[in-house]
């Protein structure tokens, strides 16, 4: 069975450090990859995708980045963090492109 | 631009109430329409998916309607439990693209 990994789980970094969050997923092969964040009191967005390694789309501007450096990992940086990027982040994959998502269980980020 | 709302964003019922979750959307244009349920602090877990040509999915207690040409859909929750607690969110596909819209959930709780 597939399951997909996130870490860490939770994170508080200053503004301006570094960010760094690992998705993984196991038990499949090319899998279509999602980062999103839930900002509180706000609803889900899509942030990057990927339809397979090095290859990453952007749904919207912003002060991160993704990389696909593998099949089955996709990762979340930011060279200097806002205090809006504070949020709950999700990865998700899916078989294909337009069929049901699968999340994983999230990294909490507080930036102080 | 599709946006998805969600009425309503909170509710409370007794156990073993029979319960009615709405969703409706602005672009009938869509792919497909997803129901999940998110605990506090956790992932998501999909619940229901409906393509477009379909009018409803069934699992267990939970029934799922679309009608796409008024852009609503529902989520009926027969026989509430406790355990029925969390927030549940719906998610439109359009045709083009690889965007899920989510509405900002509607948040139950269900009292024992």
């Known amino acids: 069975s597939q399951t997909i990994h996130q870490w860490p789980a939770t994170l508080v970094q200053p503004v301006g450090s570094p960010l760094s969050l690992e998705c993984t997923v196991e038990?499949?092969?090319?899998?279509?990859l999602y980062w999103y964040r839930q900002a509180a009191g706000r609803g889900l967005q899509l942030l990057f995708y990927?339809?397979?390694?090095?290859?990453i789309s952007s749904e919207v501007p912003q002060n991160l980045s993704a990389s696909r450096p593998q099949d089955r990992q996709f990762i979340l940086s930011s060279k200097k963090l806002l205090l809006s990027d504070s949020g709950f982040y999700l990865c998700?994959?899916?078989?294909?492109?337009?069929?049901?998502?699968?999340f994983g269980p999230g990294t909490r980020l507080l930036v102080l | 631009k599709q946006e998805v709302t969600q009425i309503p964003a909170a509710l409370s019922v007794p156990e073993g109430e029979n319960l009615v979750l709405n969703c409706s959307f602005t672009?009938?244009?869509?792919?497909?329409l997803q129901w999940f349920r998110q605990d506090p602090g956790k992932g998501l877990t999909s619940l229901l998916l409906?393509?477009?040509?379909?009018r409803e999915q069934t699992s267990g207690r939970l029934n799922a309607s679309l009608d796409k040409s008024s852009g609503r859909s529902t989520l009926y929750i027969a026989a509430s439990q406790p355990g029925d607690s969390a927030t549940y969110l719906c998610?439109?596909?359009?045709?083009?693209?690889?965007?899920?819209?989510f509405g900002g959930g509607t948040r139950l709780m269900v009292k024992p």
């Open positions: 990927s339809v397979g390694i090095g290859q």
């Open positions: 038990g499949t092969s090319n899998p279509n």
């Open positions: 409906i393509q477009s040509s379909q």
């Open positions: 672009d009938s244009a869509i792919y497909n």
């Open positions: 998700a994959w899916s078989p294909l492109r337009k069929e049901t998502q699968y």
């Open positions: 998610a439109v596909r359009g045709n083009a693209g690889n965007m899920l819209t």
